[in-house]
């Protein structure tokens, strides 16, 4: 069967949570094709079994400082994920699935999913839209697409 030349996929993230949509066309129907979550990149530090970081003193003065916390495991755990999210993106390239990539998530989120797409993969995006429509009800998703696109 061949495929039109209009498959879309909009991909809708944040730092712990992925939705993919396919649309055949302009205005097709949205079709959920993946709902990822990872819930310890929503987390707090100390959730995570880390104690928060120290306090020091030199021994010539008086001041005390706080020692620099140097692993943040939200930001790590989120970096995993969108990392997971891009190799769907990519082995759906690989397999010819899609035509144009829409990426819908704030600038940093999409720094990171861009930066772990493959040359092909970036070549299909054909817009970015800098908004977070994680938390936006499938029912209305396609009105507010079609309202970035006018």
Known sequence: MPFSKNREWILLAD???ARIY????ING????????????????Q?????????????SMNAARYAYEDHADFPDQESVVFLRDVAAEVNKAVTRDILDK???????KTMARLKSDLTEEARAKIGEEW???LIGVAESSLAD???????
Not at 46 to 58: F, L, N, T, W
């Open 130 to 132: 800098p908004k977070n």
């Open 46 to 58: 100390s959730e995570e079994g880390a104690a928060p970081p120290g306090r020091g003193q030199k």
């Open 101 to 107: 990539l829409i990426l819908v998530a704030l600038p």
């Open 22 to 25: 396919a649309r055949d066309g």
């Open 15 to 17: 730092k712990a949570h």
């Open 29 to 44: 129907r949205l079709t959920q094709v993946l709902d990822k979550e990872h819930p310890a990149a929503r987390g707090k």
């Open 144 to 150: 507010r697409l079609s309202a970035f696109k006018a």
